[in-house]
């Protein structure tokens, strides 16, 4: 019996291609390097806006 966690791990190859693929063709759309963004979103954890903060040396 499969599954969905099954499924879904089993997909993480072809997931990473699918985004490499992306990246290398949509890559000039996303903001570039320093640009400020906003995240929004309905339920997402509080956590998740530090994992986006920029890095500061």
Known sequence: ??????EEIT???DCR??????AARD????PARGERV???GCGTPRR??????PVRR
């Open 48 to 53: 998740s806006g530090v994992h986006r903060r």
């Open 17 to 22: 291609c699918r985004a490499a693929e992306t």
């Open 1 to 6: 019996m499969t599954t969905h966690v099954d």
């Open 38 to 40: 906003a995240v929004v």
């Open 27 to 30: 890559g000039g759309l996303l």
């Open 11 to 13: 997909s993480r190859p």
